[in-house]
């Protein structure tokens, strides 16, 4: 089914702005900003140059291509789509208990009074993502950096009782699944599947890939301890505030899950500047497992994406063609 974009503007939101920041702040410009393939993201610009962030989830805002299952939109699956108000309130929940900084709240709304869908606002931190400070002068984000490895690691030590999207866990559910390993096997395989149907050089590997994928899975020992991890965490995900202290966004995948999964994501998204965020504490087969599945996924997400209309299509292409490359490179070499 087709989807009709809307474009937002300063009407849409004025009565979101007053019900999160009253009428002492008067809403005269409304942006929205790049990203944001799930939910949209708009800052709000105020009368007095103030400034705040609002999100808003509404299938006009979602660029994925929904399908029978994903209508469904079922918790349980700890990959299902990670959008929802309910998952970020969750999250926040969560990350501020462990004193883990993220926007601060101005307003979660579902009682659809002030805009036809659930909108949050939430404070506007000033100032670049760790990636584009990392580019300019990786010498000047060492302290960010060390911050954000002890959030990471507060977050590792935060057990959960069952692996889990945080909001599924809170409200006493059991996810999908027998393990986490047995979750990423089955993740991989669909991964490799579509994959497969949309670029004809995993087709052509496919059943290699299969055997790749099914081997090291064989080699993970089991585990019964789940700590909380973002899901998506690259530099884009993390703002830096006036004190230099980072600041999470987009936590609504966060979930009690194996911690080689996030560093897997980690060390792709962060490069050589993963040396401050390297643990040492991981499981090494567990983690070269997640990797090769981490790299399908990055692989099937961007051509699934493709799919509908998603603006920044070149970016989509560049995400899968790079992770194509590098799940081929776990191949024998006289298989590629």
Known sequence: MDVVRRLVTRDHLEGVARAA?????????VSR??????????????????????????DAENYWPTTGADEADSHADPFSPASGIELFEAAHRHLDALGVRTPRIRLADQSRKHYPADVAVVEDVPGDNLETLLRQDPRSVEATMAQLAEALGAMQRHQGPRFGKVALIDNGGTSEGSSCEQVVLDRALNDLTEAASRDTRITHSRHRLVNVVREL????????QYGLIHGELGPDHVLVDRHGQPVLIDTEGLMFFDAEWEHAFLRLRFGDHYRWLNSGDLDEERLTFYTLAMHLSLVAGPLRLLDGDFPDRDFMVGIAEHNLRQALAFLPTNDR
Request: no cysteine; aromatic share 10%.
């Open 21 to 29: 920041l009253g009428t002492e702040h008067r809403l005269v410009g």
């Open 217 to 224: 899975a064989a080699a993970v020992r089991p585990r019964s």
């Open 33 to 58: 900003l790049r990203g944001g393939s799930k939910k949209g993201v708009y800052r709000l610009t105020f009368d007095d140059d103030s400034t705040a962030i609002a999100y808003i989830w509404d």
